[in-house]
């Protein structure tokens, strides 16, 4: 909007006080598009800013660098046979943590809501191993749809892949997988996305 001042003290706040070293179970799914995917963007605009009007001129990839550290917090939840995330972990413990002892059941938004961020700090960073996981993920998921319809249902298990709810829609804890298959095409520039997407698409026109 135009106020760097205001977006330069921001940024300075967000590295002095922000820290991710705490016993917290966060859910993978919003911490990888609020959190990750916050200060990647914010890392983009930030050399944008600076490239453009020489703004933030102490700025060294910090937000970058905290997006890395917080995205691997995050890697134990892929620690299952099938590559689908567990919905939840926690960020000091990973899976280790009591609480997460029984967890095996995930949305398929929460499965599939992960490779714009994951892709974007990989190609970033250098790093592939984060666009390995989303992909893992993603290429699951579409193997477990069903061979009909090409749509994938609801809830699914982490470990064996089987769903557990096999309905399918367009609402909550679905929606944003079929957003992030055109957005993945149109970031990546990946036709497989852009194909699945058409493929779904196709019978929950004919279905809404």
Known sequence: MGDIEEFDRAVRLVVRDVT???DLVVSVFETNIRMVGGLIS?????????????????????????????ANKLLPAFNTTTGIPHPKVNLKYGMKSPKLQ?????????AGTII??????????????????????????????????????TVLNVHSGDWVRRDS???AGIDSYYEYLLKAYVLLGDEGYLDRFNKVRAPLTVFS
Request: charged share 25%.
């Open 42 to 70: 914010a890392h983009v605009l930030a050399e944008h800013v600076n490239q453009l009007y020489g703004a933030l001129g102490w700025y060294r990839g910090e937000l970058l660098t905290m997006a890395r550290d917080l």
């Open 102 to 110: 029984t967890s095996r059941d995930t949305c398929t938004s929460c």
């Open 169 to 171: 829609g367009v609402g």
């Open 116 to 153: 714009l961020e994951f892709a974007a700090l990989s190609r970033l960073t250098g790093d592939p191993i984060f666009e390995e996981k989303a992909r893992q993920a993603m290429d699951c998921l579409w193997s477990q749809r069903h061979r009909g319809s090409d749509l994938v249902g």
């Open 20 to 22: 991710f070293e705490h």
